[in-house]
């Protein structure tokens, strides 16, 4: 399978491709997590990325096309691919058209995970991740304290974009930039909507339905 999981920050974007992923064995693409492993390592491509994730707003363009565009001609794309966070643009869904039509490789669908906003604040301030093994966790829904994970017992932390200030300025250029996309596939006939605001075996069951009724495998 080829999709793109759209989504606004906290929709469930990256637990679901987690789950995707184990069943039907695709690569798991997300723009995020591989500009965070790049700050990590001081990249040059982090340290230009620093300042804007910082404040909740995007990356410029052209770096986070180049990074996909590389990232798809990788060998193990022929297993399939989910798209976590990317497109996030008109001009980045313009441009991954033309990477996609250049490699042979057209999408089955676009997935939008659709949720209100005041449930999305409460689940990224509240969103915890494992040190060690990197699940996702909720502290109004998990036991314990929210210091330790209740699967491996390793640290949990909160992104420092999921403080409160940084997450509506997140929203609010979903709002602006990212919204549009989902017109544009839709015009396309590629969207696909998943109601989100279940919890994540109820959105997970949503989504498989909708793709074996399209038969998408
Ligand atoms: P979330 O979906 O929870 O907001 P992500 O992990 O997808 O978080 O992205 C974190 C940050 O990385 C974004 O706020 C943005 O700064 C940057 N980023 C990720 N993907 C893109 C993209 N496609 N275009 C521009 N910036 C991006
Ligand atoms: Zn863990």
């Not at 804007?52 to 297993?79: H, N, T, W, Y």
């Not at 209740?150 to 300025?169: K, M, Q, S, T, Y």
């Not at 929203?171 to 919890?199: F, H, I």
Request: proline share 3%; with cysteine; net charge negative.
């Amino acid at each position: 399978m080829r999709l793109v999981l759209l989504g606004a920050p906290g929709a469930g974007k990256g637990t679901q491709a987690d789950l995707l992923k184990e069943r039907y064995g695709c690569v798991h693409i997300s723009t995020g997590d591989i500009l965070r492993q790049n700050l990590k390592d001081k990249t040059e491509w982090g340290l230009e990325a620093e300042a804007f994730m910082k404040r909740g707003e995007l990356v410029p363009d052209d770096l986070v096309v180049r990074m996909v565009s590389g990232r798809l001609r990788q060998d193990d794309i022929a297993r399939g691919f989910l798209m976590d966070g990317f497109p996030r643009t008109l001009p980045q869904a313009e441009a991954f058209d033309d990477i996609l039509k250049n490699i042979g490789q057209p999408l089955d669908c676009v997935l939008l995970l659709e949720i209100d906003e005041e449930v999305l604040v409460e689940r990224l301030t509240n969103r915890r991740t494992c040190r060690s093994c990197g699940r996702i966790w909720n502290l109004s829904t998990m036991t314990g304290g929210g210091e330790i994970c209740p699967a491996c017992g390793g640290d949990l932390f909160r992104r420092d974009d999921d403080a409160a200030e940084v997450v509506r300025n997140r929203l609010k250029v979903y709002r602006e930039q990212t919204a549009p996309l989902v017109a544009w596939y839709r015009n396309r006939g590629m969207l696909q909507g998943c109601d989100a605001s279940g919890t994540q075996e109820e959105i997970f069951r949503e989504i498989r339905v909708t793709l074996e009724n399209h038969d998408i495998s």
